[in-house]
């Protein structure tokens, strides 16, 4: 069975440019969560949907971030501008229940900022 | 979110000893999980509990749930070269407070032959 599918695995950018990162959910789960990870932070949530639905945003660091599931199999993390402090390991999880605990995780998308 | 302690926050073993590891946090979890991070990859989910004062295997990894429900440890036995990773506990709050997975900061476990 396929996992989580994130792409790019690894993005590097100038600031100020648009950057958007992909995820497709294990098929038949309800819920997507993205998480960004840095070595300060650890894993934080940013926002998660049930059924296609965002539920809670309030992780989303500020309005550059935005971040949308038009379908049950795909989600997209879009950062514009992008700053250098963006510079992190983005996840994506999806779980089967709406909300559910047992998250599942993408191998995640590597993102630089210059 | 709940802020969850996490430690050791590094350990350094050799091949076939044994490893434990806990979690606290300063208010009660519904569900404890605990998962695993290989550089260059996603955490893994290894086990999941339910329910204070349960204890469940997974192989060489047991787990359980603190009575308190404010804690949750792992154990690792027989440690081999491969269960070289970090190791997170995340805890899910009871319902209203959100879904959000809050996240220790992780143990970084190293194992030489």
């Known amino acids: 069975d396929a996992g989580v599918i994130q792409s790019p695995r690894h993005e590097v950018t100038e600031m100020g440019q648009e950057v958007t990162l992909r995820c497709k959910p294990i098929s038949g789960h309800n819920s997507l969560f993205w998480y960004r990870q840095t070595m300060m932070r650890g894993l934080e949530l940013l926002i998660y949907f049930n059924n296609n639905v965002p539920i809670d945003d309030s992780g989303m660091p500020e309005d550059r971030f935005s971040a949308k599931m038009p379908n049950a199999s795909f989600s997209t993390l879009k950062i514009q501008p992008s700053e250098p402090r963006d510079s992190a390991v983005y996840f994506c999880a999806s779980s089967l229940l709406a909300g559910g605990d047992e998250q599942y995780f993408g191998p995640g998308t590597r993102l630089t900022v210059t | 979110g709940q802020q969850l302690n996490q430690s050791p926050q590094s350990m350094f073993i050799q091949e076939g000893e044994d490893v434990s590891m806990n979690c606290t946090s300063s208010?009660?979890?519904?569900?404890w999980l605990w998962y695993k991070q290989d550089p260059g990859e996603g955490p893994v989910l290894l086990i999941a509990l339910y329910k204070a004062g349960e204890l469940t295997s997974n192989g060489r990894l047991t787990a359980q749930f603190g009575i308190t429900r404010k804690d949750s440890f792992l154990n690792i036995s027989a440690s081999i070269p491969s269960d070289v990773g970090i190791y997170f506990c995340a805890g899910q709050a009871p319902s209203g407070s959100g879904y959000a997975l809050n996240f220790g900061k992780g143990t970084s476990l190293l194992v030489t032959p």
């Open positions: 208010s009660i979890f519904n569900t």
